[in-house]
């Protein structure tokens, strides 16, 4: 099932496939790691290399399990949104997991971990303002959810004090409330949430009180 989901300035209905309603009825443990006996899966690909894999795999495993495929339709024409034929090429897999590989490890004191096409949102403001002390990782697997790529990267940042979740959905929509108790049950991380606040509908509706919104949690998210 492959689903349109982004926060583009759009009608509410428009802006979301209630992926929180996907994850509320998946069986994923929030105090043991996942393994392949989750009820289904549920993934955010940011790059086409990415949604390659997802359903590559899904026709060469010798199971069957539905896939929920969260698919924003601006990483259609997003110029950052690109994959080589390399990215695809035999010994190549999905990536539960994918690291920032444009910061030194050894500089970072801030760790930002997104799923979906807000990352190329933050990545796009940590290069305006000029930030280097700041990992943006993303989370491509919800569930199951990756809790040995993710204590993996966590390792590579000594140095890190602050651990952020950014996401573009309100804070009781979208997968906050799945990705929290398992960073602190499964990757002994505490993190602190940068997003909309709670809300009755998934978007505004009005493009003035979007772009404010929009703005806000970008902030919000870089001043944590």
């Not at 590559?56 to 698919?71: D, S, T, W």
């Not at 499964?186 to 505004?204: H, I, M, N, W």
């Not at 806000?216 to 944590?224: P, R």
Request: hydrophobic share 40%; charged share 20%; aromatic share 10%.
């Amino acid at each position: 099932m492959i689903l349109p989901h982004g926060y583009d300035g759009a009608g509410p209905e428009h802006s979301s496939c209630h992926i929180e309603r996907f994850l509320q009825n998946s069986s994923s443990s929030e105090t043991v790691p996942d393994g392949d006996d989750v009820n289904w899966y549920i993934v955010n690909p940011t790059t086409p290399a990415q949604y390659f894999h997802v359903l590559r795999q899904q026709m060469i495993r010798n199971f069957r399990k539905p896939v929920i495929v969260v698919g924003p339709k601006v990483l259609l024409r997003h110029p950052a949104a690109t994959s080589t034929l390399l990215d695809m090429a035999p010994g190549t897999h999905f990536l539960p997991v994918i690291g920032d590989l444009d910061v030194n490890p050894d500089n970072v004191k801030k760790v930002i971990f997104v799923s979906g096409k807000h990352y190329y949102t933050l990545v796009g403001e940590r290069k305006a303002r000029g930030i280097t002390d700041t990992a943006i990782i993303r989370l491509e697997s919800l569930c199951p959810f990756p809790t040995l790529q993710i204590n993996a990267e966590l390792m590579k940042y000594k140095k890190a004090k602050k651990f952020v979740w950014s996401q573009e959905e309100h804070r009781n929509m979208g997968a906050w409330f799945f990705v929290h108790p398992r960073f602190e049950n499964l990757c002994s991380t505490k993190l602190e949430y940068a997003g909309r606040d709670v809300s009755g509908v998934p978007a505004s509706g009005v493009a003035q009180v979007h772009k404010a919104e929009a703005q806000a949690l970008i902030n919000q998210t870089f001043a944590l």
